[in-house]
């Protein structure tokens, strides 16, 4: 009983210990990463404009680049339509102002003219604290190999 008990202690300081070991800043970018992958469901153009910075160079897994205005508009008019997105193994790391995040993305998606599918890719996004508020900058990514 006793050694049960160490144990559980031991578990639960060492899950405190890993949890409480992300800087406030690292909280804040993975809840901007949260912010947009819910954005990018749902649409809000709004929120896709604000957590997004004017220069965004948004790459495709296909090579295909977009800046801001065209990021938006895709999504917003259903060109890039996502059903759901899960996020993985995700990293992320601050180097004063700008954040590096690396994950995986899986989505099942519904985009105009190419009817239901899915991507799974490897994402990297770069954000900048703009105004004490963390915006994405540049995003590549990359299929997965099966």
Known sequence: MFKRLLALIAITTLTMTNVSAQTKDEKAVADAVETLRKAMISAEKATLEGITLDQLSYGHSSGKLEDKKT????????????????????????????????????????????????????????????????????????????
């Open 71 to 146: 990021f938006v508009e895709n999504i917003t008019n259903g060109n890039s339509h996502f059903l759901d997105i899960t996020l993985t193994d995700q990293t992320i790391t601050v180097v004063k102002e700008t954040a590096i995040v690396r994950h995986k993305l899986f989505a099942n998606t519904d985009d105009k003219g190419k009817g239901p599918g899915t991507v799974n890719l490897y994402i990297l996004l770069v954000w900048q604290k703009n105004g004490g508020k963390w915006k994405l900058l540049a995003r590549q990514a990359v299929k997965v190999n099966p």
